[in-house]
């Protein structure tokens, strides 16, 4: 099994793309929050990948927060 170190925007945008009922994609199961929301943390992306946005744009939008996370976080680092 491949192992991703980065969101697979591409794999779930094929996803969506061939899911015969759209509608019901991102819906919740019974009263739990959204898998997909979780793993991603952004309503944003979910919209991105209905809109059909490229996974190139879609990472390009990330990079801002990205970046400013990886500044925040280097202070807590143990390691290089």
């Given at each position: 099994?491949?192992?991703?170190?980065?969101?697979?925007?591409?794999?779930?945008?094929?996803?969506?793309?061939?899911?015969?009922?759209?509608?019901?994609?991102?819906?919740?199961?019974?009263?739990?929050?959204?898998?997909?929301?979780?793993?991603?943390?952004?309503?944003?992306f979910?919209?991105?990948?209905?809109?059909?946005?490229?996974?190139k744009?879609?990472?390009?939008?990330?990079?801002?927060?990205?970046?400013?996370?990886?500044?925040?976080?280097?202070?807590?680092?143990?390691?290089?």
């Amino acid at each position: 099994m491949k192992k991703y170190s980065a969101v697979n925007a591409a794999g779930f945008s094929s996803l969506y793309l061939f899911h015969p009922h759209k509608e019901k994609f991102f819906e919740r199961l019974s009263n739990q929050v959204n898998p997909i929301v979780i793993q991603i943390g952004s309503g944003e992306f979910l919209q991105q990948i209905i809109n059909g946005v490229s996974e190139k744009d879609i990472r390009a939008s990330r990079e801002p927060g990205m970046s400013r996370y990886k500044e925040m976080r280097k202070e807590y680092l143990l390691y290089d």
